[in-house]
């Protein structure tokens, strides 16, 4: 399965680009125009109150929800879609498959596989991808338990884990891909708040180590530490960007302000 | 979306199954399901009454082919070699007319005996298939038995779709608890009140409704009729008191009545009746699908075994001479139409 | 709990019950222990005691043991013949009949269920409309009409050539021979299993949760992986008691063969029961014993399959009979024991 790269687009040098996305579900418009670039090894912080498609905008990326209008590529390479001559057409669900297997997701209700021991949690995806044996699989496995820190419980089911455990646990999981790049979805908004301080502590690891990392999330502090640039998103539309000293702490917008307000 | 199945993986489940299907057609294919009790061997000769749980005394027959009815069988029948003798005596067997035998696994009977005695006129060979009452005439129907020798009454009903070569007489009787003191004495209306079980869609129920009906017109006590899904569940009614009476055909309730003769639910007889109603001796026939041709011969072999004495010993040998006809016919006139 | 001293006390007690089954400890007195210098807190609480549970025991035991009385004494059930007839070939082969029958069309009928389960899940709309019209037609006919018509098939259909799946058209058959009276009850059987178990598997399948879809989805697994190591396992856990019940009621529907010529176990005792009518009795007793062996063995093997998938759904595997039965005898020695004390 070849995918055709568009070296038209002069985003080659983006980890991701989001061209003109919208989304409906039904009648409702949940993302109305989005364009936002991410640049290699940049951290990207999204913000924005309750359904005002922050998610969506997510789970468009790598191709959960598939946008009415627009397109998303990740490293150049278009997402879910093929060109052809000037045409752009729907790509195999497979070749779909494939292309998620590069890029890690991380979800707010963890979604560990409860029947499969942490290990085989993480040491699933490598193996049936093709990309490792078995016994590679598990050994890389394990050197990202211990990079989380749950080197001990790799023999636990994750149900008789904690909710912070849990959620390194799924990040591993999304590590053993070796993704080039990582979507947060709200990875510390199901968490009792004693539990958060660990799992930000992975993805500020994670931060340093220059992977490219796109988060959408509620903690404003832990946005103004670690993020690059921090993207403000409301009603479906980008508001206002940047580095997370302006849109934080001098932002441009009414709306930016009132949001703000509310949750610092 | 992900929660949908690809169509791929459904086609990889459908040919697994295919598989396995194959595999099972294959082993269930293995079994034979012929065990015939009496075989005609090379010399001629038919044995009945064996593995007959002392309801018959084990006989031997000398019989050989009549190469001039044998000439009057259809082709495909004289072709076929083989003559497919339907039983529909399932689930519970039908003893003495036709049932497993003392080993327990053998079909025998005084109805496949007469089978095998006119296979081995026609010089075929006799193969004994089991079903359900109805799946006899459904066999008949779609040709996967060729005749049924299953204690059948030949009815002008019946005639619409079968041929007849009748071969026993029909005697119904009525069968109560051993100590019951009710008899019947052939009248009917010593019926009243009573609740007699019948076998649902035989001759003898038609009988039985007709009896229900007069009584009902006389404005005498009603007649109960009830039904049950086979003999046993029947007999387990009438020991348990749920029903008065069993009309069935003669030769079961007798060999039933000395069968249980000494054990809990002990019966006794309590009269007879003929299976053709009060004007007409009803008659027991070999039956076939209507128009296949094969009335004539299977009387003409009957025939040929009453005037060579094997048919007089056959009866003799299941204690049921007095059911004896001199002659076999086609096509008889049975039970009449309006008899409902 | 009128001589409990306080509610900390019976707090700390519920807490270290399971302590007390492997070390019983002395036991104080409550009504001396104030007196004594020991906490409170360090106490055990003796158990409510509870007559009136004693006495529906009792009544219940001797209910049970006149009806097993009952059962031993009446001549109407014929122990001795009952004896005879439980080991005869006639009725073992029979058994066999039903085992075969029944774990052919058990096998048969989950893999058919799987496939019509995942039509009904599928996009396309004629895979759906096709999967719910068998599922509807199945579940409508009754099951002795589909054998009876299956039994008589070749009065509609003469011969049947194969085409795919055995090779590309090599050859048709003459139905009434290629149709054994076996096969024709195992199609039945499936056919009519098929469309029950579809239902339990898809509902097993819903149950899933949506994140597991997801999750996987995101993890770009293949959509086999997918299924068959992220769903199934998941959906087996509520498809297993569900097809245990289903097949429970197809053991006994497996009665029903003798509509195709076929002795199961039901068939041989009631064809048993004309040759022999004065065991009638005795023969049901049989064929009722030979079911709830069977049964038991189900559920046997229900219990470890369940235990097997619920693998990581609760955080601890509920323990097996054996190990209920240990902990309830030293729970019951130490009751004894506490009780004596007092």
């Known amino acids: 399965m070849t995918i055709e790269t568009l070296e038209s687009l002069e985003t080659a040098s983006a ?7 919208h989304k409906w579900y039904g009648t409702h418009r949940v993302l109305n125009g989005i364009d936002l670039t991410v640049r290699p090894g940049e951290v990207t912080v999204i913000i924005g109150p309750s359904g005002s498609g922050k998610s969506t905008l997510l789970r468009v990326v790598n191709h959960l929800e598939k946008p009415e209008i627009g397109y998303v590529s990740v490293n150049g390479e278009l997402i879910g879609l093929r060109r052809q ?23 707010q209700n963890f979604n560990l596989f409860p029947h499969l021991t942490v290990l085989d949690n993480v040491a699933a995806a490598p193996v049936a991808t093709g990309k490792l044996g078995k016994a590679a699989a598990q050994e890389l496995a394990r050197e990202l338990l211990e990079r989380v820190g749950l080197a001990d419980k790799a023999t636990a089911y994750p149900r008789q884990l904690s909710g912070g455990q849990q959620q390194r646990v799924a990040i591993a999981r999304a590590l053993a891909l070796r993704p080039g790049i990582i979507l947060f979805d709200e990875p510390t908004s199901a968490l009792d708040p004693e539990l958060v301080g660990e799992v930000l502590a992975v993805i500020r690891d994670l931060a340093r180590s220059g992977t490219t990392l796109v988060i959408v999330t509620h903690e404003i502090g832990f946005a103004r530490e670690i993020a690059d640039r921090v993207v403000f998103i409301d009603g479906g539309k980008i508001v206002e960007q940047g580095p997370p000293a302006e849109v934080l702490d001098k932002p441009q917008h009414e709306r930016t302000r009132d949001f703000l307000s509310k949750v610092l | 979306m992900p929660t949908h199945m690809s169509r791929r993986s459904l086609t990889r489940g ?31 000769t038919v044995t009945v009454g064996r593995l007959s749980n002392a309801a018959a005394t084990e006989t031997t027959l000398k019989v050989s082919e009549v ?20 039983s529909g005596t399932l689930p519970s067997g039908s003893p003495p007319l036709g049932f497993v035998g003392s080993d327990q696994k053998t079909l025998t009977g005084s109805e496949p005996d007469l089978g095998r005695l006119v296979a081995a006129v026609f010089g075929l060979k006799p193969e004994e298939r089991r079903s359900t009452w109805e799946n006899l005439f459904i066999g008949l129907d779609s040709g996967k038995v060729d005749v049924a020798f299953s204690n059948v009454t030949d009815t002008e009903e019946r005639k619409k779709k079968y041929e007849f070569a009748s071969y026993r007489k029909d005697d119904l009787a009525l069968e109560v608890k051993k100590d019951s003191a009710w008899n019947f004495d052939g009248d009917y209306e010593n019926l009243a009140g009573r609740t007699v079980s019948v076998g649902n869609g035989t001759n003898q129920e038609k009988i039985l409704l007709e009896w229900k009906a007069k009584l009902a017109k006389e404005g005498k006590k009603p007649l109960t009729v009830k039904y049950f899904q086979d003999t046993n569940s029947t007999y387990l009614a009438l020991s348990s008191g749920k029903i008065d ?11 039933h009545a000395a069968k249980t003769a000494g054990t809990p639910q002990a019966t006794r007889i309590a009269g007879q009746f003929s299976g053709a109603g009060e004007r007409l001796q009803g008659l027991i026939a070999a039956t076939a699908k209507k128009d296949s041709g094969l009335a004539k011969p299977l009387a003409d072999a009957i025939n040929y075994l009453i005037k060579n004495g094997q048919y007089g010993k056959w009866l003799k040998a299941w204690n049921l001479s007095g059911e004896a006809v001199a002659e076999s016919e086609v096509n008889p006139p049975g039970l009449p139409l309006d008899n409902s | ?12 007690a519920s807490k270290t019950t399971t302590d007390s089954l492997s070390t019983p400890l002395e036991l104080p007195d409550v009504d001396t222990a104030p007196q004594r210098s020991e906490p409170l807190a360090a106490q055990r609480v003796l158990p409510l005691r509870r007559p009136g549970r004693w006495i529906a025991t009792a009544v219940v035991l001797v209910v049970v043991a006149q009806i097993v009385h009952g059962l031993i004494t009446n001549s109407f059930y014929q122990w001795d013949r009952f004896a005879y007839w439980f080991f005869r070939p006639t009725i073992l082969d029979g058994l066999g009949i039903t085992l075969e029958v029944t774990a052919l069309s ?16 599928s996009r396309s709309p004629v895979l759906r409309a096709v999967s719910w019209t068998y599922v509807w037609a199945l579940r409508s006919i009754p099951l002795i009409v589909v054998l009876i018509f299956l039994y008589n098939f070749s009065a509609l259909y003469k011969t049947l050539s194969v085409g795919v799946p055995f090779g590309p058209a090599f050859f048709s058959f003459d139905e009434s021979r290629l149709a054994t009276d076996m096969v024709v009850a195992v199609i039945g059987l499936s056919l009519n299993e098929a469309a029950y178990a579809a239902e339990v598997v898809r509902g097993g399948i819903l149950s899933v949760d949506q994140g597991q879809h997801e999750a996987a989805a995101a993890l770009g697994l293949p959509k086999g992986y997918q299924f068959r190591k992220i769903v199934l396992p998941q959906a087996l856990r509520s498809i297993t008691p569900n097809y245990v019940n289903q097949l429970i009621g197809l053991i006994k529907s497996t009665s029903l063969v003798f509509y195709v010529s076929l002795f199961d176990l039901f068939g041989a005792a009631q064809t048993m029961g004309s040759t022999y009518p004065g065991d009638i009795v005795p023969l049901l007793l049989v064929v009722t014993v030979w079911y709830l062996i069977l049964t038991s063995i189900v559920s046997v093997v229900q219990f470890y399959v369940e235990r097997y998938y619920a693998r990581g759904a609760t955080r601890s595997l509920p323990p097996t009979p054996l190990q209920k039965l240990r902990a309830g005898l030293s729970d019951l020695r130490t009751r004894i024991r506490r009780e004596a004390a007092v």
């Open chain 2, 14 to 44: 459908i040919t697994a199954a295919t598989a396995v299907a194959t595999l099972a057609t294959g082993l269930a294919a293995c079994g034979g399901d012929s065990d015939a009790a009496t075989t005609t061997d090379a010399a001629g």
């Open chain 1, 85 to 107: 001559g000037d045409r752009l057409k729907e790509l195999s669900e497979r070749a779909i498959l494939t292309q998620r297997s590069r890029i890690g997701f991380v979800f």
């Open chain 2, 67 to 86: 190469k001039s009815i044998r000439a009057e069988l259809p082709d495909a029948v004289k072709k076929s070699g083989k003559l497919v003798i339907g």
């Open chain 3, 1 to 12: 709990m009128s001589e409990s001293p306080g509610t900390a006390v019976s707090l700390d």
């Open chain 1, 15 to 21: 980890a991701v680009e989001v061209h003109d996305v």
């Open chain 2, 245 to 255: 009476a069993y009309f069935g055909p003669n030769p079961n309730l007798a060999y």
């Open chain 3, 106 to 121: 058990a096998v048969l009928g989950l893999l058919g269920g799987i496939v019509i389960a995942l039509g009904r899940l």
